[in-house]
């Protein structure tokens, strides 16, 4: 089989140094000054590091990141009957006053608001805290269970940030949109950079399907549910059994109706999660709507124009599906196949991806969630940065690395959604070429 080209490295990080991770203090809501029963500093203007046995347990799962995804998973897992103990981490301090007001995740479902309770919540910081008990993230001990619930771009910075606190015995579960960059082959590459021979965590991934839209902080509504596929992105061959504990939480937890799913799938269903991204999301930015809308007029400039990102996308992930990349992935449960095995799976895998099967996949996916709002459309609407780069930006890199394919419409929602364009449907052809037929 013919050699390609590396793919694209991770974003947001380089692969090819190992900066020092940071020492990071784990404030809570009693070390902001003023808090009531906040303790005094210790004699000496010291404060105490509290020990691991005080910070958690294996059992312990924290969780990076509390917007939408973030609260949607700290909610199902709170409802579990044997519940394990729950570390929100949120990104600023501001959240920790926010929470001392409202100390609750609240999450709503077909009109019932449902009040998750009795967390712990940490804000990690280089900051030493001047008041009350000065304690390291997870008591200087490693964490064994950690879900990142950040937007795409930070996930991998975050999960670098907090290096120093993990080993082989960690499991860290990505559960944002977009594709994993821990993916072969630079998810080795990274990982050989960043850890000690043997001593990477499991990384994990999480395709969400359900539909979430914030109402404030720590507040969302479950708008529609659907399901989770878990499984490994780059196991641990040492330690890949540790990851079960939080696999299992997740599967068992209510309201998620997540599976855990092998590797090879896991794959399949993400690049398919990722189309379903980089056509919904900037569309419905960049005309203001509903997902449902995209769909509305069939035969419409809209439509044209998800037929061309499709056109492309569908060119560029079977190239990857024939990319040497593959067959480590596709072959990673059955290590021992045949050749032939592998390029029969290589050969469902570009069929798979076709044209036509994504177009059928997406309109699927478009149909049951055609009442939401997309994250996307949120961010632009609040008026923070959108996840684009990890959506198209994705499929452009890909297609770079294999070989310069054209990917030109991707290229121009990118730029549509980063200047901030609002479009209606009349003004599609001014950007993309609306008389060009699809791709059989």
């Not at 641990?236 to 504990?245: C, F, H, K, Q, V």
């Not at 419409?300 to 040497?324: K, W, Y």
């Not at 990917?407 to 200047?419: A, G, K, S, Y």
Request: hydrophobic share 40%; proline share 8%.
């Amino acid at each position: 089989m013919a050699s390609h080209a590396p793919l694209p490295c991770p974003r947001g990080v380089d692969p090819d140094a190992s900066p020092p991770s940071p020492r990071l203090w784990a404030w809570t809501p009693e070390n902001l000054p003023g808090t009531p029963g906040t303790p005094a500093p210790e004699a000496g203007g010291g404060t105490r590091v509290v020990s691991e046995a005080v910070a958690g347990s294996s059992r312990r799962i924290f969780i990076l990141g509390v917007g939408n995804l973030g609260r949607l998973y700290a909610s199902a897992l709170a409802s579990l009957p044997d519940r394990p103990p729950i570390t929100l981490v949120v990104h600023r301090r501001a959240l920790l006053e926010q929470w001392l007001a409202h100390p609750a995740i609240q999450i709503t479902r077909s009109g019932v608001t449902d009040h998750a309770t009795s967390f712990d919540i940490e804000w990690w910081t280089e900051e030493r805290p001047a008041t009350g008990l000065a304690r390291e993230v997870s008591g200087g001990s490693k964490i064994r269970n950690l879900i990142i619930a950040t937007k795409a771009p930070d996930a991998l910075v975050q999960a670098d940030r907090v290096r120093r606190y993990l080993d082989s015995h960690s499991t860290v579960a990505f559960v944002q949109n977009g594709m994993s960059r821990l993916w072969p082959p630079d998810g080795l590459a990274y990982s050989s950079k960043r850890y000690p021979p043997g001593q990477h965590p499991n990384w994990v991934a999480c395709i969400t399907m359900h539909g979430v839209y914030s109402t404030g902080p720590f507040a969302s509504v479950h708008a529609s549910p659907a399901d989770v596929s878990v499984g490994h992105v780059l196991p641990n061959p040492e330690t890949r059994e540790d990851a079960g504990y939080l696999v299992q939480q997740i599967v068992t937890a209510p309201h998620l109706a997540a599976r855990a799913v092998a590797r090879p799938m896991l794959w399949v269903l993400q690049l398919e999660k990722l189309v379903v991204n980089s056509v919904i999301n900037p569309l419905t930015a960049i005309l203001r709507c509903r997902n449902g809308q995209l769909f509305a007029n069939p035969g419409g400039n809209v439509e044209r124009v998800v037929e061309l990102l499709l056109e492309e996308a569908s060119c560029v992930l079977q190239a990857l599906a024939r990319h040497d990349a593959a067959i480590e992935i596709l072959s990673d449960e059955q290590p021992s196949a045949a050749a032939t095995d592998v390029y029969a799976s290589q050969t469902a895998m570009v069929e798979r991806v076709s044209y036509a099967r994504l177009r059928e996949m997406l309109f699927r996916v478009g149909e049951k969630v055609k009442d939401n709002i997309s994250s996307m459309l949120q961010d632009v609407r609040a008026g923070k940065p959108t996840e684009i780069s990890e959506f198209n930006g994705w499929i452009v890199d890909t297609a770079k690395s294999l070989g310069n394919l054209d990917v030109t419409n991707h290229e121009t929602i990118i730029r549509l959604v980063q200047d901030g364009a609002t479009l209606g449907e009349e003004d599609l052809g001014k950007y993309f070429p609306l008389a060009k037929a699809p791709s059989p």
